[in-house]
């Protein structure tokens, strides 16, 4: 047993298998039963005897390899969870080596100085000021600072944002609690962690307004203006407007710009939830989707979802960084007391208190791909899925839910929402193609998240000729 053999070992094993997965050789989704996969993964005997290494380590992952999901593969079109950069994958190798958690800058300087580059890079992406780093001399002319932090996933960096909206709406909420009047407005194809962030500040579920929407459901300026005012003529004070970027079931960008209007005239804070779309900032021809974004309060990128980066680093961004400082108050003053400190101490701005270091991934993505390359991916992943629209629209029986905005696709074949859930079942325990369902509209879909950079159009012909002879055996036992 020795580390390097070791990692060599498990490097090597990765690597095969990714190829094979690449090369679209055996399932891209296969589920053993979990009775009896613990016994084939030899966990009690490991657990007990301990020795994981060399041979055993081999054998042990190639067992673990073999009821893995594997991402890499071009069938795999299910979910919005990054295919990751092989090089990234080094990354968390390393922070799980160094083990160190930068939320306190003197655990770990260089995590934080590389979570605060990655922070300041989306900051501008975004078109709000990058933070001036902490010793440095600040920047002349420009306005206020943005300011963010990484947190562990999408849905803790909404439920972080929203945080940071009722510390400014509500600014009595850490001392006293949320005050009851206090509603939430987003629209309906929003995803589930808002209604669950507002449950969890204390405002419950049914603090969410549903904004009104659009016949494909996209936020309509035109009528939010007329919602926030009733509510406010009931007696509501509205926390936050909620903008998708895009939404997760369709893949639809609301018209920020437009909702910014709205808001900014009403003096209502406007979060955009971008978690799987707020990567189309990074491309010069795609970043006009999220037009207007810079009049928002707050933005959630997740870098695991189109930013090729390993599970899991998730961007919270405010325009004014004063706004994610006010956003947890409490003493924790042994870890907060002023000091005369050379950096930064993320813990101010996070439900978390040990935290990875998630910019290390983000960055290592980056860093491998550049700039260009990552523009050039997720140009390519936005333009598969034009094509693939184009192509199901063009089959008989086939309806594609709307024109995809970004690398999602909802299309059904004729037929009931009951159909569509067993042609997922079939396709998926036959392995070869793997995607998911969402409900849009008031209908069921098989929906398709272009993740992979090695999915072509003949996968997805291959898949559709697949989902047909799955309804014509459904169709036979009729
Ligand atoms: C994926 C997604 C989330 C949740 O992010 P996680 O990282 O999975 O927690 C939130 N909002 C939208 C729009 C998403 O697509």
Do not use: D, R, S
């Given at each position: 047993m020795g580390f390097v053999e070791d990692c060599g070992r498990a490097a090597a094993a990765l690597e095969a298998q990714r190829l094979r997965a690449v090369a679209r050789s055996g399932p891209v989704i296969h589920q053993p039963p979990m009775a009896g996969l613990a016994e084939t993964l030899g966990l009690d005997r490991l657990i007990a005897e301990g020795g994981l290494g060399g041979e055993r380590l081999d054998a042990f992952l190639s067992a673990y390899l073999e009821a893995s999901t594997r991402l890499h593969h071009p069938g795999y079109m299910a979910h919005q969870v990054a295919v990751p950069h092989p090089q990234s994958s080094i990354a968390a190798l390393v922070g799980a080596y160094t083990?160190?958690?930068?939320?306190?800058?003197?655990?770990g300087p260089a995590a934080a100085t590389v979570e605060y580059a990655v922070l300041n890079w989306m900051l501008g992406k975004t078109g709000w000021t990058p933070s001036p780093v902490p010793g440095s001399l600040p920047e002349r002319g420009g306005g206020r600072a943005g300011g963010g932090v990484l947190t562990h996933g999408g849905s803790l960096a909404n439920l972080t944002a929203l945080q940071a909206a009722r510390a400014r709406v509500a600014p009595k909420s850490w001392e006293e609690g949320t005050p009851a009047n206090l509603v939430l407005v987003a629209p309906k194809a929003c995803h589930y962690s808002i209604a669950r962030a507002a449950a969890m500040m204390g405002l419950?579920?049914?603090?969410v307004s549903h904004a009104p929407s659009d016949a494909e459901g996209r936020l309509d300026p035109e009528k939010l203006g007329t919602l926030l005012a009733r509510l406010r003529n009931e007696g509501h004070v509205p926390l936050a407007v909620v903008a998708n970027a895009c939404s997760t079931a369709l893949g639809l960008y609301d018209p920020i710009r437009d909702v910014a209007a709205v808001c900014n005239e009403l003096g209502i804070w406007l979060h955009v939830d971008g978690a799987h779309g707020a990567s189309a900032l990074v491309s010069p021809r795609h970043r006009g989707l999220l037009d207007g974004v810079e009049l928002a309060d707050s933005m959630v990128w997740d870098a695991h979802k189109m930013l090729r980066t390993p599970c899991l680093s998730a961007a919270v961004l405010v325009r004014d960084a004063r706004d994610l400082d006010r956003a947890f108050r409490e003493d924790a003053s042994y870890l907060f007391h002023d000091k005369d400190q050379p950096g930064f101490d993320f813990i101010h701005r996070t439900v978390e208190c040990t935290k990875a270091a998630l910019g290390l991934k983000v960055f290592f993505a980056l860093a491998a791909e550049g700039e260009s390359g990552m523009a050039a991916y997720i140009d390519r992943q936005f333009d598969l899925a034009k094509s693939a629209a184009a192509f199901l629209r063009a089959q008989p029986d086939v309806e594609v839910a709307v024109e995809p905005q970004s690398n999602i696709v909802c299309f059904r074949l004729a037929g009931s929402d009951a159909l569509q859930i067993e042609l997922r079942r079939r396709l998926v325990e036959d392995g070869r193609y793997y995607i998911s369902t969402a409900e849009a509209l008031g209908k069921r879909w098989l929906r398709?998240?272009?993740?992979?950079?090695?999915?072509?159009l003949s996968d997805i012909e291959g898949l559709v000729h697949e989902l047909v002879s799955c309804r014509d055996a459904i169709h036979a036992l009729r």
């Open positions: 083990n160190n958690p930068m939320a306190i800058y003197e655990m419950g579920q049914k603090a398709l998240a272009l993740m992979n950079p090695a999915t072509e």
